[in-house]
């Protein structure tokens, strides 16, 4: 059966290195996926903070990790380290959705907390319904760019919280010429993926609004949604659940109903 999706071409922004997976779901509905990677990861420029919390875990009493792309460097730097995780005394971990879990019980760490909500305000609203805070001593391993609402809440409500960075977000070179055929669709999946469109037109004298065009504008959750209408950017639907998944089917759902501009 033909899909929605079928002829359809889907920018992707994501990191190179989560781009393709993504663009093998689209391939296999039968769209047209576009790579235009608008934030690449690094590890951190100084891993010195991250590697002395790593090497005392048994201090904490949960660690939080917010991205799939935190437990990947936390894992770099165990390797580094000659730490074996497997057998450390690790602490309750809590993770802000179904993706940074998967990812955290593929390297043998089940996660005592998930949200039912993707967001850093959900989070901590079930970590407070879980743990009496003050006092309680949180690890917050995040990249160089996470909001700083969750630690904030959770140091107000007397949590003793230690963010380190475990990784970097940058802008890449991109290449705009990609944009020159019309797409039917531009997904981003974090604020920074926005940011760093928005910057990358401006830097090569366009206009945002002028690119995008028709295209129907995708977000993969409520707080990236706020940062493109925030640019003044269009948002046509914020996926729901907050996931991959949740992406792919908001997409499908649009061109089913033959929502367009």
């Not at 043998?108 to 909500?117: C, D, I, K, Q």
């Not at 805070?133 to 949590?159: I, M, Y």
């Amino acid at each position: 059966m033909t899909s929605a999706l079928t002829g359809k071409r889907i920018v992707i922004t994501r990191p190179p290195h989560k781009a393709e997976a993504m663009a093998d779901r689209l391939r296999a509905l039968g769209a047209d996926p576009v790579l235009l990677p608008m934030i690449a990861i690094r590890p951190a420029a100084d891993t010195a903070p991250l590697d002395r919390a790593l090497g005392q875990l048994d201090r904490y009493d949960w660690v939080i990790v917010t991205s799939a792309n935190a437990v990947t460097h936390l894992w770099q730097r165990f390797d580094a380290l000659n730490i074996d995780p497997a057998a450390l005394d690790w602490p309750a971990v809590a993770v802000i959705g179904p993706a940074t879990g998967g990812a955290l019980r593929q390297r043998g760490v089940t996660p005592a907390l998930v949200p039912e909500t993707h967001v850093a305000e959900a989070l901590f609203d079930a970590f407070r319904q879980r743990v009496d805070l003050p006092g309680t001593r949180v690890l917050l391993p995040q990249g160089n760019l996470a909001r700083p609402v969750l630690a904030d809440l959770l140091r107000e409500a007397g949590a003793d919280v230690e963010t380190v960075i475990a990784y970097e977000t940058v802008q890449p070179d991109s290449d705009l010429t990609r944009l020159a055929a019309p797409v039917d669709a531009i997904t981003f999946t974090s604020s920074s993926t926005v940011q760093h469109f928005a910057d990358a037109v401006a830097d090569a004298g366009d206009d945002p609004l002028a690119v995008i065009g028709d295209a129907l504008v995708v977000c993969i959750g409520p707080v990236t949604a706020t940062a493109a209408r925030d640019l003044g950017l269009p948002v046509h639907v914020v996926a729901e659940p907050h996931t991959l998944d949740g992406l792919l089917d908001a997409l499908n759902t649009m061109f089913e109903r033959n929502l367009t501009r």
